[in-house]
Nanobody, 130 residues
Framework: RVQVMESGGGSVQAGGSLRLSCESETSVSTHRGNCMAWFRQAPGKGREGIATFHSDGITTYYADSWKSRFTMSQDNSKNTVYLQMSGLQPEDTAVYYC?????????????????????WGPGTQVTVSS
């Protein structure tokens, strides 16, 4: 297992911004490459995919609608990915999770379900008030 840890959550007013960070203990260096992902889970709802990044350099969003307010970026030297969130609304209130696993680029960029990932962080709470 690879240890994954999120940080950067908190409480903001509607319209505000937050930047989440996720560091993996080590790059899952296999011939398939490393895939890191952001998910979120609101109270009473299932886990929702936001974006993935594959070590081949491909970022994929689970829906185009994420791109207008959320941006996933990475620092390969630190095995770290980020999620910059802007224009936050109360409906963005959720626990945000980071996941990492060794996945081929075709799977990583194919919007994989949470079941593809074995390594998860504990999550970081984001609360947006109106």
């Amino acid at each position: 297992r690879v240890q994954v840890m999120e940080s950067g959550g908190g409480s903001v007013q509607a319209g505000g911004s937050l930047r989440l960070s996720c560091e993996s203990e080590t790059s899952v260096s296999t011939h398939r490459g490393n895939c890191m992902a952001w998910f979120r889970q609101a109270p009473g709802k299932g886990r929702e995919g936001i974006a993935t990044f594959h070590s081949d350099g491909i970022t994929t969003y689970y829906a185009d609608s994420w791109k207008s307010r959320f941006t996933m970026s990475q620092d390969n030297s630190k095995n770290t990915v980020y999620l910059q969130m802007s224009g936050l609304q109360p409906e963005d209130t959720a626990v945000y999770y980071c996941a990492a696993d060794s996945l081929p680029v075709g799977v990583c960029s194919g919007r994989p379900s949470p079941t593809y990932f074995l390594n998860w962080g504990p999550g970081t709470q984001v609360t947006v008030s109106s």
